[in-house]
């Protein structure tokens, strides 16, 4: 499903002391190589600045590695303008962030919608999925709730449901659980495991050794360099 | 599209704070916009109303009173001077003359003319051939007759205007120990003819007026198109005592004069138009900003960058279509009911632009404000686009 060769990404970082003109580099990355199968839940951790949400961001075709190639579901994205990054982030990544990062002047249904209303007009048919995945969600009748009445983990999980929209195949979590409390936090990753089962690629960014067990395998990563990988 | 724009509106509505400051700050661009063209029009308008009352084609006077009469057509304040009436016969004689009318200046009256006290210009003219003052007299009044007046709108005349429609009113004046009924009054055009009472020439000759037997001030030609000049040469060759001024000439005399004015209005546009864009630019810049977290989510859920900028200038378009509608609205109507004391508060000549020319001011003006607030809304947005969407929902949060 997701594979990435030698990926690499370097940053510019401030000037030099001694010569303001030249920029130090940061090297995020430093020569990945990752294969994800299709339908696995894997876990990366790392320690602060160890640069995984760095390659959460170029698994979510949000930036491009600066050398090494990232092939999605067959195709070589590596090199692809960037409209088609946003169509394919579109149609086939569904991210969930830190925080729940809803927009809080829609409602639960519109914020679940929101991937919708941007790429495009929102049909009858979306409005029952987003129903239909808020039930899923436990949230059946808060549809028309603004969302920051919400409790943190509803939330949470209405996020999930927005990153469900538009059915893709792979879901990139980037600390799902942070700044939940452990009842809440294990719900939600019943949630992840549960669109696991449903056959979702599921790659979840995390610090927390706990929530990482429920994933199938477990990537570690220090200082831009995959260190070791575990399997469940 | 509409799904957007419900989508922009009910962000407006939900942040009503944000959206009040919006709202406030393009209410007052377009308001001010709107305020400077619609006064620079006023004049404009009033201006070209005065060179057409008094701006004759070709306009005759006595030779060494060229200054002095440029002076009268541009500000309609007369003074005493005088040539012979024989001089019309002479006029009427030149083939390309198609209109002639005299028109004699006599002495200032002091004193009251319905209920407005001051000094007033008095000029006597001639009604039968008269082509200047048709134009702006009052739609309602008396028949003017020998033993009536006609009244600048400072010499009473806005006293008058809304009684002289009535058969009842009788409103009389003594001039040169004679009385007068005000028949009709004029229109104001913001000039010294404001403050000017109008009596028949015919009548002014049978009074003690202090002027010379059987002379005019001022002969007023109306020529054939592009005659002007030709006329002028042909009076002042077939009759040397008078001086021939052309529309033409006192339009550049006018026109000399109001560059100032002109190029003052314009910079005021100009500078408004700027702190305008800068006050919507650092609103909509802090407002943009404080959505960056929000932003980057668009991008990273699948939004284009098109998307996004069509959202935020939906949202901009519609806060300023709202702010400027409200802005000009009641700048407006604040000006238009407040007319009569405006008039009286600036000395610039001022004629307000009639309801279809406001209306297209303060359509241009919405369109203007909207326009500075969807490239105030552009600019930051942009930059929030041109970042990592991951790094601008990191540094939002």
């Known amino acids: ?232 | 599209m509409w799904q957007r724009v419900r989508w922009a509106w009910g962000n407006l509505w939900r942040k009503p704070l944000r959206s009040a400051l919006l709202v406030t700050s393009t209410a007052m661009t377009a308001s001010i916009l709107f305020l400077s063209y619609f006064f620079l029009m006023s004049v404009d308008r009033s201006l070209t109303a005065s060179e057409a009352r008094f701006g004759a084609d070709v306009m005759v006077v006595p030779k060494q009173y060229s200054a002095v009469a440029e002076q009268v057509m541009i500000s309609g304040e007369v003074s005493p001077f005088y040539m012979p009436a024989s001089v019309l016969d002479k006029l009427r004689q030149i083939p390309e003359v198609r209109q002639v009318s005299p028109q004699l200046y006599l002495t200032t009256y002091s004193g009251v003319c319905c209920q407005v006290e001051g000094d007033f210009s008095v000029v006597a003219f001639d009604p039968a051939s008269d082509f200047t003052l048709r134009g702006y007299l009052s739609g309602e009044g008396k028949r003017f007759k020998p033993d009536s007046l006609l009244i600048g709108s400072e010499a009473g005349g806005k006293n008058a205007v809304n009684h002289v429609k009535y058969k009842a009113y009788h409103e009389q004046l003594n001039l040169f120990g004679h009385p007068f009924e005000i028949a009709r009054v004029l229109f104001p055009t913001g000039t010294g003819a404001d403050k000017t009472i109008f009596m028949s020439l015919d009548k002014a000759r049978t009074l003690d007026v202090k002027a010379p037997q059987d002379t005019i001030s001022v002969a007023l030609i109306r020529t054939n198109p592009g005659d002007e000049e030709y006329v002028k040469r042909q009076i002042e060759r077939s009759i040397p005592d008078v001086t021939a001024l052309t529309g033409s000439k006192i339009r550049e005399t006018i026109n000399r004069q109001l560059k100032p004015m002109r190029f003052l209005s314009y910079s005021m546009i100009g500078v408004v138009l700027i702190m305008a864009a800068l006050q919507a630019m650092t609103l909509f810049s802090a407002l943009v900003n404080e959505r960056m977290r929000e932003i980057g989510m668009f991008r990273a859920v699948g939004a284009g960058k098109w998307s996004v900028y069509r959202l935020m200038l939906t949202e901009a378009a519609l806060a300023a279509v709202v702010g400027g509608g409200i802005g000009v609205f009641l700048i407006a109507t604040t000006l238009y009911d407040n007319q009569t004391l405006i008039i009286k508060a600036f000395t610039l000549p001022l004629l307000f632009p009639n309801l279809l020319t406001t209306t297209w001011l303060a359509v241009a003006a919405v369109v203007l404000t909207a326009t500075i607030g969807m490239l105030a809304a552009a600019v930051p947005t942009r930059q929030i686009l041109r970042r990592n969407p991951y790094d601008a929902i990191r540094e939002g949060e």
């Not at chain 1, 090297?27 to 390659?55: N, Q, W």
């Not at chain 1, 980037?174 to 294990?186: F, K, N, V």
């Open chain 1, 1 to 232: 499903m997701i594979d990435l060769c030698g990926v690499t990404k370097t940053y510019d970082g401030p000037g030099l002391q001694e010569n303001r003109d030249r920029k130090q580099k940061i090297h995020a990355l430093g020569g990945i190589d990752l294969h994800i199968p299709r339908g696995e839940f894997v876990a990366i951790m790392g320690p602060s600045g160890s640069g995984k949400s760095t390659l959460l961001s170029i698994l979510g075709l949000l930036s491009q590695p600066t050398a090494g190639t990232m092939v999605l579901d067959g195709l070589d994205v590596t090199g692809l303008r960037e409209r088609e990054r946003t169509r394919l982030r579109a149609e086939q990544i569904g991210f969930v962030f830190q925080f729940p990062s809803l927009v809080n002047t829609l409602n639960v249904r519109e914020n679940v919608l929101l991937p919708k209303m941007l790429t495009g007009s929102v049909t009858k048919s979306d409005r029952a999925r987003a129903d239909s995945l808020l039930a899923d969600m436990g949230l059946a009748g808060r549809e028309e709730e603004r969302s920051f009445k919400l409790s943190g983990g509803e939330q949470r999980r209405v996020a999930l449901a927005r990153a469900l929209i538009s059915d893709p195949a792979v879901v990139l979590a980037d600390e799902p659980t942070g700044a939940l409390d452990e009842a809440t936090a294990g719900e939600l990753m019943g949630l992840l495991g549960r669109l696991h089962a449903a056959g979702k690629t599921v790659v979840m960014v995390t610090h927390d050794r706990a929530m990482a067990q429920y994933a199938t395998r477990t990537v570690k990563i220090k200082s831009g360099v995959i260190g070791s990988c575990s399997m469940d």
